[in-house]
């Protein structure tokens, strides 16, 4: 007994050695279309993975056993092949099918039977919609670019493009995500052109004609190359690939770039960009693209498709992650579970059963993570984990990339996989490399053209009776308009800076007999009825207009006076006001002064700063003279006891304001220009006129320029946000103008419309013109600064004269032969550095002592530099409170 025990043990592992020696088959489906070049393709890595796979690992247990069917390229026929290998092969898995329009059946098909769907190019992103647990999409779906293409967008400022997309389940896929992305970076779609599947190249035509009529001119492509090589052939006829143009392509066509026709590329696609998703190198890679090629030429000497692209690697890489799972689940003997009625089904999409390892299968697949030859593979919800993009640039017979795109980093020049804990997203242009565009244009294109037939917008002006700095219209003799004015210049510097084209014409709010069509409110109020497309003019932005229209950022400045000496920064402004104030400073000199030029001299400068500091001194008791003067009404509720009458722009919100300030109606006067204005001064409240006027500051400025002498701005000031353009709620300009203002209203141009139609305003707003020809300024001392200029040469003169003459024996030519000019000169500086005991200063020993310097030969002068005041206007006073508001502001007459 005890020698048979060692026997039967042996026999035991001999018989478990054998078990272990034969794997386990385990039946999986390929379906995919064997007639086109990505099905072909597929299917040849599919089957030299799992060749190089179990070769590799020869101890696995399991060996996945392919059944492939052909779907014929077609939804019915992919659906049958699937049905087939579910109920008649039972297969525990399907690799295919290569479409997303032959996906959702097959999807469906695989949630009922428990047997995972796993495709490697059905990249549309809605088919994780039907949110099958048994559906793997080992790719990328279509989302995971948008990113990518909207980043290339935003870096180069488009502001508007136009998707170009197959009318199928590929191509509306993409949509949703790919508006999304662009809208969070501001880029607009007007215009979607969708093109059928098998479209005629007639209709390829048409449709491209259309968009040429159209202004945008940046094309987003996203379609396979069977179609998108028909398309770009189109385009070259119709002169679309040429500059202006800006085409994008999708991975849809990217990713198939090695396989079409190297020559239509060369003629057809020039300076086309996309983007494709990043492969990193490695020498298993290099090593099986040698393979492919020498396997395909094995089996068919005569094939030239011998292109390896992603596609391929994502098949390679899934039937490997297959492997692996099946191996992990520790399957055997898997066998369909048979439905209790399945002997009874009417039909045979009901006639399979239930996978019996289907979620065992599943789980262990979508935990799977490996190096594939295409990239890290690794699930996440369903389909494989978005890695860095491309960004390619088409020249000659293929693509070169230049640059790349990544989930942290955004637009890169270079790849870095070190970790980092800095994350700076970027979208700059200058990270990409050089691109060629259409047209072998160097620079990038703006985007867009002029349209031909595209809508011009209504733009709504006011009619004005005065004030036409602002705005003013005339009617020719045909009835047609010419409008001029501030606000339009305005307008149209910020249209013009749009990165985009806008087609407008300028429409007045008037009615046929040439008169204004109603007050300011009801003119905003013409643009929500949708009477104008926008309202343009000097409309004040307030809360209750805001209910109605969406206004732009203001472009006119408010609250802050117009003087450009005390412009700038708020602490350059202060410190500009207490250096007029205290930097002036006269002090005696300690040094003593003994030569009598220098005395000569100081004697010319203490008269030039006696008369400086006296004429400052002046200057400054009537600027304090000047701030005594106050205005003959301070206070708003001053007018409101003693019953006076006030006046306010005709047409103008300020009437609700006093109103709101309980003014009585019958006390409130309209005005309806300067000259209206002043004479109801002039006749004053007593007389039919008014003591106060309230208006907006814009056109305060245009009336103190004609009458500054006579009157005052004072406070209080109640606040608006100025001027602005008035869109209807929700229009999409309005963001861009707002952007354009901020632009624009800081350059040159903006200063140039400023003084074309304001030149003297500013002047005469704050009363500079009344400071500065009273104001003394360094200029005005220019004799006596010459006077000290000329004593000072003079005093040189005589200095250097009187010392060359009193030394004239060392220097005089033929006083000694052998001494050089250069030992001459030397000796003269040594005479002049030392003391002169000639000098009364040094008479007597004591006076030597104690003076080392002989007074005779230098003096010290101290000069102290002096400065000019400020004089603020004689006739003006303001109480403003800074910000960048345009409120109204009573107006009084000055005593």
């Not at 379609?223 to 119709?238: H, Q």
Request: with cysteine; glycine share 6%; charged share 20%.
């Amino acid at each position: 007994m005890v020698a048979i025990f060692p026997l039967a043990v042996l026999l035991l592992l001999l018989n478990s050695g054998t078990v272990q020696s034969t794997p386990f088959p385990v039946r999986v489906g390929v379906v995919v279309d064997m007639d086109n070049y990505v099905g072909k393709m597929g299917l040849n890595c599919i089957t030299m993975a799992l060749s190089d796979f179990y070769t590799k690992h020869g101890h696995y247990q399991t060996r996945l056993v392919l059944t492939k069917r052909d779907s014929k390229r077609d939804v019915v026929g992919a659906a049958a092949a699937a049905l087939d290998l579910l109920k008649n092969v039972q297969v525990q898995a399907i690799i295919g099918p290569l479409s997303s329009m032959q996906a959702p059946f097959m999807i469906h098909l695989g949630n009922k039977s428990q047997v995972p769907i796993i495709t490697f190019s059905a990249s549309s992103p809605s088919l994780l919609s039907i949110q099958s647990p048994y559906f793997v999409r080992a790719a990328l779906g279509d989302s995971s670019q948008v990113r990518a293409i909207a980043a290339i967008v935003q870096a180069y400022g488009w502001r508007e493009v136009v998707p170009i997309y197959v009318d199928n389940e590929f191509g509306h896929g993409i949509m949703p995500f790919l508006a999304d992305s662009l809208e969070k970076v501001n880029v607009r779609i007007p215009y979607r052109s969708v093109i059928p599947s098998f479209a005629t190249d007639d209709q390829i035509v048409a449709e491209l004609s259309m968009l040429m009529t159209n202004q945008t001119r940046v094309f987003i492509v996203h379609m396979r190359t069977t179609l998108g090589s028909r398309l770009f052939s189109k385009a070259k006829l119709l002169e679309m690939m040429s500059k202006d143009y800006v085409w994008i392509i999708t991975d849809g066509m990217t990713n198939e770039l090695t396989s079409m026709d190297q020559s239509a590329i060369e003629e057809y696609m020039q300076g086309v960009i996309g983007v494709k998703p990043h492969i990193p190198k490695s020498e298993e890679l290099h090593k099986f693209k040698v393979k492919y090629k020498k396997e395909i030429q094995l089996q068919n000497p005569t094939n030239h498709d011998l292109d390896l692209n992603i596609f391929g690697l994502w098949a390679y890489d899934s039937a490997v992650a297959l492997a692996m799972a099946v191996e992990k689940a520790r399957i055997r003997n898997a066998t369909f579970l048979k439905k209790a009625n399945d002997s009874t089904t009417p039909t045979d999409l009901e006639g399979f059963g239930v996978s019996g390892i289907g979620t065992e299968l599943i789980q262990a697949l979508s935990s799977t993570t490996f190096r594939g030859l295409a990239g890290e593979f690794k699930l996440v919800e369903g389909q494989l984990e978005s890695p860095p993009y491309q960004i390619i640039n088409v020249i000659g017979a293929g693509a070169r990339a230049v640059g790349y795109w990544t989930n942290d980093n955004g637009i890169v020049r270079e790849i870095n996989f070190a970790k980092s804990t800095k994350k700076t997203y970027s979208t700059s242009k200058s990270n990409i490399g050089f691109i060629m565009w259409p047209g072998d244009r160097k620079n990038p294109p703006k985007g867009w053209v002029t349209p031909t037939n595209g809508k011009k917008l209504r733009i709504g002006v006011p009619v004005k009776f005065r004030f036409f700095e602002f705005m003013h219209i005339t009617w020719n003799s045909d009835n047609s308009t010419k409008v001029e004015g501030y606000c339009k210049d305005v307008f149209d510097m910020v249209i013009e800076a749009l990165p985009y084209g806008v087609q407008y014409e300028y429409v007045p709010f008037a009615t046929s007999d040439h008169k204004r069509a109603g007050s300011y409110d009801e003119f905003v109020y013409a643009v929500y009825q949708g009477d104008f497309d926008a309202a343009v003019g000097d409309v004040t932005i307030i809360a209750n207009r805001s209910h109605f229209v969406d206004f732009t950022l203001p472009y006119t400045e408010s609250e802050h006076r117009i003087n450009e000496d005390f412009r700038g920064p708020l602490w350059h402004q202060v410190g500009t006001i207490f250096w007029f104030s205290f930097s002036t400073m006269v002090f005696a000199n300690k040094e003593r002064v003994i030569s009598n030029l220098s005395r000569f001299l100081l004697i010319i400068w203490f008269l030039v700063v006696l008369i400086l500091t006296q004429s400052y001194t002046a200057s400054l008791t009537s600027m304090l003279t000047v701030q005594e003067l106050k205005p003959t009404i301070t206070d708003v509720n001053e007018l409101i006891r003693n019953k006076e009458t006030v006046g306010y722009h005709n047409g103008s919100f300020v009437l609700e304001l006093l109103k709101g300030l309980n003014f009585d109606k019958s006390r409130l006067l309209a005005y309806n220009s300067p000259e209206d204005m002043h004479e109801l001064f002039r006749k004053g409240s007593a007389n039919g006129g008014i003591a106060a006027a309230f208006d907006e500051i814009p056109y305060v400025k245009l009336f103190l320029a004609k009458y500054c002498s006579k009157y005052i701005m004072v406070g209080p000031t109640y606040k608006t946000d100025g001027f602005g353009f008035a869109f209807p709620i929700g229009s999409p300009l309005v963001p861009d103008i707002s952007r354009a203002i901020l632009n624009v209203t800081e350059g040159k141009k903006m200063m140039e419309i400023e003084k074309k139609w304001f030149e003297n305003d500013t002047k005469c707003a704050d009363s500079s013109e009344f400071s500065s020809s009273n104001s003394l300024g360094i200029e005005s001392f220019w004799g006596l600064f010459m006077i000290v200029g000329i004593a000072g040469v003079l005093a040189l003169i005589i200095y250097v004269t009187s010392f060359l003459y009193e030394n004239w024996h060392v220097v005089r030519p033929g006083s000694d032969a052998e001494t050089t000019l250069a030992t001459k000169s030397l000796v003269l500086v040594q005479r002049f550095n030392n003391k002169d005991l000639t000098c009364h200063t040094f008479k007597n020993y004591e006076r030597r002592v104690n003076h080392n310097d002989c007074g005779c030969d230098c003096a010290r002068i101290v000069m102290e530099p002096s400065n000019e005041y400020f004089h603020p206007s004689p006739s003006t006073f303001s109480q403003n409170s800074p910000g960048n508001n345009s409120p109204p502001s009573p107006i009084s007459s000055s005593p």
